[in-house]
């Protein structure tokens, strides 16, 4: 998505979208499959969460910080049933103790971030898809948890079928963010009550962004 062709427009942009996050996809799918089966790895650590949220960013922190063993793997994505249960039922299948770490920014932080890439690389999300991510991800929580206890019987005397950390944040500073363990704290909001604050957020950014002179959200 930083390639120069791909960036360097809107039309650009939607005109290989497909060709380039699904070859993405495909390959980040297939790697994953085959590293989940190896023996010599023990944990498998997924960081989730929307658009914007730091994801990339939090995962190089944990790497430079010597925070990941060389026995776990990380996989980065989106909490969307049902492929990301089946991700994570693989690795119980193969023995592997997965942990969950979802970042969980506010709105206004994620759509900050979002419009600080597209002016530095050009990779963009429509609003319906921050909208999705952000009214789901409680949701998707829950259907995940139902899809681990049905499948893993053996999961459900526990009070969750695996390990998760909320990681709640309003800025970029990794010192802001609180640490939860209450699922609660990805309600949202309905996607109507989202969208409109979602207009509100842009219509102030824009209007920042008039003052300062740099490019519209």
Do not use: W
Not at 85 to 107: C, D, F, M, R, S
């Amino acid at each position: 998505m930083v390639f120069e062709v791909y960036a360097s427009s809107q039309e650009n942009r939607g005109k290989y979208n497909l060709a380039v996050t699904n070859s993405a996809a495909c390959l980040t799918n297939e790697f994953y499959t085959r590293k989940i089966k190896n023996k010599e790895v023990r944990r498998c650590v997924y960081v989730a969460g929307p658009y914007g949220a730091g994801k990339s960013f939090f995962i190089q922190s944990l790497f430079l910080a010597g925070a990941i063993p060389e026995n776990t793997i990380v996989y980065e994505g989106s909490i969307t049933a049902p492929a990301f249960g089946k991700k994570v039922g693989l690795a119980i299948e193969n023995g592997i103790e997965p942990e969950i770490i979802i970042l969980n920014p506010t709105l206004e932080l994620s759509l900050t971030n979002i419009r600080r890439r597209v002016i530095e690389t050009g990779r963009d999300v429509t609003k319906s898809e921050v909208v999705e991510k952000y009214a789901d991800m409680y949701l998707n929580m829950e259907k995940l948890f139902e899809y681990l206890n049905c499948s893993f019987p053996e999961l459900q005397d526990r009070s969750h079928p695996v390990s998760f950390q909320i990681y709640n944040k309003s800025s970029n500073v990794p010192e802001d963010m609180s640490v939860s363990y209450d699922l609660n704290d990805l309600q949202h909001g309905t996607r109507q009550e989202i969208s409109a604050k979602y207009d509100s957020i842009v219509r102030q950014m824009r209007g920042n962004t008039l003052n300062v002179g740099e490019r519209n959200f």
